[in-house]
Structure formats: C-alpha cells, structure tokens
C-alpha cells in the first residue's frame, strides 16, 4: 500500500525532493559520490520533516558517531544489513506512523 519512486544517486534524489515530498526517504549508508550521511543531511537541512531509514550492510550497528547522529535526530532511524523484508516493512510502517506527531512542511 506505499508508494514508490527509486533513484540512482543521491544526487538525484535531492533534486526528487525538490519536486514531492515524501514522507520517508530510505537510503543506503555507502552510496557512489556522496555518501548516505552527507545526503541525509542536506535532506534534513531543506526538508527537516522528512523521515530518513538509513541501512547499511557495512555494519552490523552504525559506528559510535553515526549511532549518535542517528539517535540525536529526530526521524532517523537505522537499520543493519543484513534483513528480511519483513524488518524493513516494519520499520517503515513505525516510521510513517510518526507523521501524525510531526508538524507538515
């Protein structure tokens, strides 16, 4: 029941949420240029609203200063790689079920 629109950089996908906005926004931590945590953050500077899931299979828990710059946001979650379908549908279902408390852009 969710909707889905699937982009090859970060790069791009800033410039896609320009154009819509979404309530979720799922990267990957390692990404080709930009990395995960510099495209997260550009997205929460120009859309601080916007929930991000952040996964990675690099790790199997996020280092000690992403874990800290995940848990001090509002928003953003983490998720390890790697995981069954179900974990994903799970935490974004938890994820969007915030939009009721979180004020709209």
């Known amino acids: 029941g969710h909707d ?3 982009v090859k950089t970060a790069e791009e996908g800033l410039e896609r949420c320009t154009q819509v906005r979404f309530d979720l926004v799922v990267t990957d931590l ?3 240029g930009m ?3 510099a495209f997260s953050e550009i997205l929460r500077q120009r859309h601080p609203h ?3 899931l952040i996964f990675s299979g690099l790790l199997t828990a996020p280092d000690e200063t ?3 710059w995940v848990s001090g946001s509002q928003g953003l979650r983490f998720l390890a ?3 069954r379908p179900k974990e994903l549908l799970s935490a974004v279902e938890a994820m969007l079920v915030e ?3 979180r004020p709209q852009e």
Do not use: M, N, Y
């Open 81 to 83: 790689k790697p995981f």
């Open 50 to 52: 916007t929930r991000i």
């Open 30 to 32: 390692t990404l080709p």
């Open 66 to 68: 992403t874990a800290q």
């Open 99 to 101: 939009d009721d408390l």
């Open 35 to 37: 990395s995960g945590v």
């Open 4 to 6: 889905l629109e699937l």
